[in-house]
């Protein structure tokens, strides 16, 4: 704790000697100086604070000899109190001078200077004659006497020069200088969260230049990308476009804060990934190709070192999702082909993905999954389509559409016919692309006997879970099959449960002793959860299935809300208590 006082007292001096630096502040370099240290002296305020609340006031001022001078010239400086929350914190660090009950006049003087700094404060910070000065010196204004209102008038007058500047283009007599603008960029740095500079920042986003160079400040754009990511300002898609072209670092920033997201969220909760998405406005802004390449690549690389964890997996399909639903609503004639979204990818398969299934009848999905099946394995078992990339590259395209795997799988178990080859291929493929060809030949096998197995079991007038166990499980004669392989079968078998009459009757069985672990209890969770997703999209008419997949994954969740903590019961022996409110699927309606 000492150690930490020490650090924090070298801090202090810091601060202070730069106050008094900024204490004349009309200079520009002492501006930009005052700017570029903002968030750093945001961060001082609050351990400031931390500091002065466990203290007294007596013992403050003894600690603290020079506390009155720092937070004075702290409340006179107008680009501190107009950043971000540098006025709130300000205002908790005066509290602590105040004594409750002053025993000396000392300490009543105190109080009173203290309350007076307050008042100033609490005014509003009204952008008064001096102040406006130190905004208005460098962009050619007279200073004069101001009223509080001169802030929107000011800024209206700015919006409408900054738009004809755009308007002007190369008509160099009437457009704005760039160093102008430059200047400007800087000035608002510590004011872009205040309501009323909201839209000096969006002109000076929307407004291109035809110089070869950004004349922006970049710190201007860390200060809004920031701000934007955590709600203290609302821009338009159209501004926050631009802010990501213009400034590659924003647009990173904001993708690597959606993926923090999105991977602490709960993954099998795809409403709320859903909202996360759209919340972002990053899959609308990808309707521009530059935007959509780059936060593509971002999820490729995500998904490279992740190993193709399921939640970067969860993330892309969303995010594809909404980015095409954006497109379609954006574009009724498309501007950029599908080609400028996916260069290095077969059109013709492009194409073939991209079909919603919801506008294909269901009698008819075998027709896009055998083509999409054929046109992939041409590309990865051929070596002669080396342009469109190798296995990786394939399915990191196929997986941004990853429905159609799910409806591959459900048509295999609900056809009576002999499983497609085709659809074995996909499946096998999907569940791990690294494989060569004679690895996923014998994976396409291993499910080919399950199904059939399965099939059997639909013809038997009693199906028991012991039963359904056995149809799954591994030949003795046959290597033990790889991970992925089992979570396949796995999700086999929970559709089969969805569709089959007779599983319905022994779902709730089957599943605990599926789930020996909360691993594989969180791996169904998510693919149940993922299911009545596609459901709700595709409009499907199941209600005896969705009933029984609801249930499911209510007792599932409750599963892993049991697995947290010590002393945590199995998740078999969970699955074994009654269904929520009573319910079991043996006395559905």
């Known amino acids: 704790m000492a150690q930490d006082l020490v650090g924090f007292s070298s801090d202090y001096q810091f601060w202070m000697q730069k ?9 520009l370099e002492t501006q930009q100086d005052t700017c570029l240290h903002l968030p750093r002296f945001q961060e001082f305020l609050r351990q400031l604070y931390e500091v002065l609340k466990e203290m007294d006031s007596n013992t403050i001022i003894e600690r603290f000899p020079t506390i009155g001078q720092l937070l004075a010239k702290t409340c006179w400086n107008p680009f501190i109190l107009a950043f971000d929350e540098s006025q709130k914190i300000l205002m908790w660090c005066l509290c602590c001078l105040i004594n409750k009950e002053p025993q000396n006049s000392e300490e009543s003087k105190l109080n009173s200077w203290t309350r007076g700094l307050l008042s100033h404060i609490l005014s509003g910070f009204r952008f008064d004659r001096k102040e406006v000065g130190l905004f208005t010196q460098g962009l050619g204004y007279v200073p004069a006497d ?29 457009r704005m200088v760039p160093e102008k603008i430059r200047f400007l960029s800087r000035v608002c740095i510590p004011l872009v969260t205040l309501p009323d500079i909201e839209p000096l920042v969006e002109a000076l986003l929307t407004c291109h230049g035809h110089e070869p160079q950004e004349v922006l400040w970049p710190e201007f754009f860390d200060a809004v990308n920031e701000a934007f990511l955590l709600k203290k300002i609302s821009l338009p898609t159209s501004a926050v476009v631009c802010l990501w072209l213009r400034h590659l670092p924003s647009l990173e920033k904001a993708t690597l804060h959606l993926f923090e997201k999105l991977i602490s969220s709960e993954r099998n909760f795809l409403r709320r990934i859903e909202c996360f ?24 690389y995500a998904l490279l070192e992740t190993d193709g964890a399921p939640e970067v997996l969860v993330a ?41 299934p919801e506008d294909i009848p269901q009698e008819l999905w075998h027709q896009p999954l055998k083509r999409i099946s054929e046109m992939l394995r041409e590309i990865v078992e051929d070596q002669t389509h080396g342009s469109y990339g190798g296995p990786f590259e394939c399915w990191f395209l196929f997986i941004h559409f990853g429905g159609w795997a799910d409806i591959a799988a459900e048509q295999l178990v609900m056809s009576e016919a002999e499983p497609s080859e085709a659809l074995l291929w996909l499946l096998a493929f999907s569940c791990s692309p690294h494989d060569g060809s004679p690895q996923r030949a014998q994976t396409m096998v291993e499910v080919k006997a399950v199904l059939s197995r399965l099939k059997k079991l639909l013809r038997s007038p009693i199906l028991s879970a012991k039963d359904l166990q056995a149809a799954a499980a591994e030949s003795q ?24 009459p007779g599983g319905h009757v022994n779902a709730r069985e089957v ?79």
Request: aromatic share 8%; glycine share 4%.
């Open 277 to 300: 998405l759209k919340d972002s406005l990053l899959p609308e802004a990808a309707c521009h190709p530059a935007i959509f390449r780059i936060v593509d690549e971002m999820f490729r």
């Open 511 to 589: 599943i605990a002793l599926m789930a020996p672990s909360d691993e594989i209890a969180h791996d169904m969770t998510g693919f149940l959860d993922q299911t009545l997703y596609r459901w709700d999209h595709l409009r499907m008419e199941a209600p005896r299935s969705r009933k029984l997949a609801r249930e499911l994954l209510a007792e599932l969740r409750m599963v892993g809300t049991a697995m947290q903590g010590p002393g945590s019961p199995r998740p078999r022996d969970v699955m074994r208590r009654p269904f929520l409110h009573g319910m079991s699927a043996e006395n559905e309606p």
């Open 146 to 174: 101001y009223c509080p209102g001169l802030l929107k008038n000011m800024v209206l007058s700015l919006v409408s020069e900054l738009r004809e500047n755009h308007l002007n283009g190369f008509n160099t007599q009437r």
């Open 19 to 27: 106050l008094s630096l900024w204490d004349q502040a009309s200079t």
């Open 477 to 500: 004669d046959r290597d033990p099959r790889p991970p992925l392989c089992q979570q396949l079968i796995r999700r086999l078998l929970l559709n089969f449960l969805l569709w089959a």
């Open 316 to 356: 892309v399909q969303g995010f594809t999702r909404c980015f095409v639903e954006a497109l379609e609503k954006k574009n009724k004639q498309l501007k950029f082909t599908f080609k400028t979204y996916f260069p290095y990818a077969s059109p013709s398969l492009v194409m073939v993905l991209l079909q919603r």
